[in-house]
């Protein structure tokens, strides 16, 4: 299974961005799909949950700004962020899992300058 981010750059603070990651290998359909970040001296941090039962968690840090969607049919998920903040600044990462296995996708980096 690869999981194939994209989306990532260099854009203001106070704008948007849309990661998107697609899977190809396998179906990932049953699995939870969530976007992680790292950024310089951090740990990974998870930022946004797509359970397989269709419910979404956000940390407070991104709650409000950030929304993961999933689409089957596509075996891809996006992550939307909004009012982006120079704290966002990190490397994305998008992470697949449960009974299919459990996967990490390359980084793409998010630079939000101030």
């Known amino acids: 299974v690869q999981l194939q981010a994209s989306g990532g750059g260099l854009v203001q603070a106070g704008g948007s961005l849309r990661l998107s990651c697609a899977a190809s290998?396998?179906?990932?359909?049953?699995?939870?799909m969530a976007w992680y970040r790292q950024a310089p001296g951090n740990q990974r941090e998870l930022v946004a949950t797509?359970?397989?039962?269709?419910?979404?968690v956000y940390p407070d840090s991104v709650k409000g700004r950030f929304a993961i969607s999933r689409d089957n049919a596509k075996n891809a998920v996006t992550l939307q962020m909004n009012s982006l903040k120079s704290e966002d600044t990190a490397v994305y990462y998008c992470?697949?899992?449960?009974?299919?296995?459990?996967?990490w996708g390359q980084g793409t980096l998010v630079t939000v300058s101030s």
């Open positions: 992470n697949s899992f449960g009974p299919r296995g459990f996967y």
């Open positions: 290998g396998s179906d990932l359909t049953g699995n939870g």
């Open positions: 797509w359970t397989s039962s269709r419910t979404t």
